[in-house]
Nanobody, 130 residues
Framework: QVLLVESGGGLVQAGGALRLSCAAS???????????MGWFRQAPGEEREFVAA????????RFADSVKGRFTISRDNAKNTVYLQMNSLKPEDTAVYYC????????????????????WGQGTQVTVSS
C-alpha cells in the first residue's frame, strides 16, 4: 500500500482559502503517476463525501457540485503530491479532509466512489468560521 500524508488544514474565516497537500510514498515499484487520486471529506455525524478527483495523468478532473467553481485539484507527479486548492470557503466546508489513491484500474480516468480507492491518508481538519 501507498502511504498518504495530508497537510495544510487549519482554521480560516469564511471567504478565505486553504491549500491542502497530500504526499505519497512507500509503494516500491509503482510510480505515483499510476494512481488516480481523490479528496473526500467527513463532517461530524455525516457520511464521507466526495469532493474532487483527478486522473493519473492529471488530464481529467471532477468536482462535487457543492465545491464546483471554488475548489481545484492538481497533481505534481514528479513530487508525488496531489493538491486541493480551496477558495471562497464556507462554514459548510468544515470537515476532516482525506486524500485517497486508487491503483486498481488501468484506465486513465477519475475515480468517484470511495469504495474504489485502495489507500487513504489520516485526514486533516479544515474549520471555516462564519
Amino acid at each position: 500500500q501507498v502511504l498518504l500524508v495530508e497537510s495544510g488544514g487549519g482554521l480560516v474565516q469564511a471567504g478565505g482559502a486553504l491549500r491542502l497537500s497530500c504526499a505519497a510514498s512507500g509503494r516500491v515499484g509503482r510510480a505515483f503517476s499510476s494512481y488516480a487520486m481523490g479528496w473526500f471529506r467527513q463532517a461530524p455525524g455525516e457520511e464521507r463525501e466526495f469532493v474532487a478527483a483527478i486522473s493519473k495523468s492529471g488530464g481529467d478532473t471532477r468536482f462535487a457540485d457543492s465545491v464546483k467553481g471554488r475548489f481545484t485539484i492538481s497533481r505534481d507527479n514528479a513530487k508525488n503530491t496531489v493538491y486541493l486548492q480551496m477558495n471562497s470557503l464556507k462554514p459548510e466546508d468544515t470537515a476532516v479532509y482525506y486524500c485517497a489513491a486508487s491503483y486498481r484500474f488501468q484506465r486513465d480516468s477519475v475515480v468517484l466512489t470511495w469504495i474504489e480507492y485502495d489507500s487513504w491518508g489520516q485526514g486533516t481538519q479544515v474549520t471555516v468560521s462564519s
